[in-house]
């Protein structure tokens, strides 16, 4: 037999006996406790969120608590909290190396998988990694980036609303940034983003330069 073919085989037994790792899907604390658990016998497979199956998670918040046990049988475990909510991340036996370096108020990544015991979801960590907290409003927006417009009337006049008086309050500054918009308004970057385009096309905002906005009224 060819060699070639040989490799080749061998390599795709090796890739199929590979476990595939599920998506580990970027969302806020809140919408994880808010999720549809789905169980096979007592063990949860999975959180039904936006038609997703979530059995991994990306969350990045802040530690609030952390516990550690190292009595005979090991145990440790941090809450986070992202504004959203509050969830334990919890570890075993020499897995509790993973939290030394850990101290209350540190902005954390956690990779995971989410679990559910005693009444309780958790999640087990594969990665940990201590972030800048301004990677804590970042993941915010780049979450709420994903989630629909809200189409709803009054809501869509007040965003307008708010974006025209930020204009036309910064006028003093020359304009201002996009991104200031978005954080100042707290809105999902989706639906600013969609009012200022209307904005410009009618001819009420224009762009000096790219990500800075003027009043035109």
Known sequence: MDNTKIEGSISGQIQSNIPKRNVAYKYRIGSLLGGKPVFEGEKLKFL???????SRANIIANVVEKFIS???RKFASITIDDGSGQIRVKVFGEEIEKFSSLQQGDTVMIIGLV?????????TPEII????????VLRKLEVEADQPVIQDPSKLH?????IINMLKESEKDEGIDTEKIILELKEAPTLI?????KLMEDGIAFEPRP????WLG
Not at 48 to 54: A, N, S, V
Not at 193 to 197: A, D, G, T, V, Y
Not at 211 to 214: A, D, P, S
């Open 158 to 162: 007040a965003v307008r609303d708010r």
């Open 129 to 136: 990694k201590k972030k800048d907290s301004l990677n804590l």
């Open 193 to 197: 983003n969609q009012e200022i385009k």
């Open 48 to 54: 039904e969120i936006d038609t997703k199956q979530i």
């Open 115 to 123: 679990k559910f015991w005693n009444n309780e979801f958790y999640i």
């Open 211 to 214: 990500g800075r906005l003027r």
């Open 70 to 72: 190292e009595g005979e």
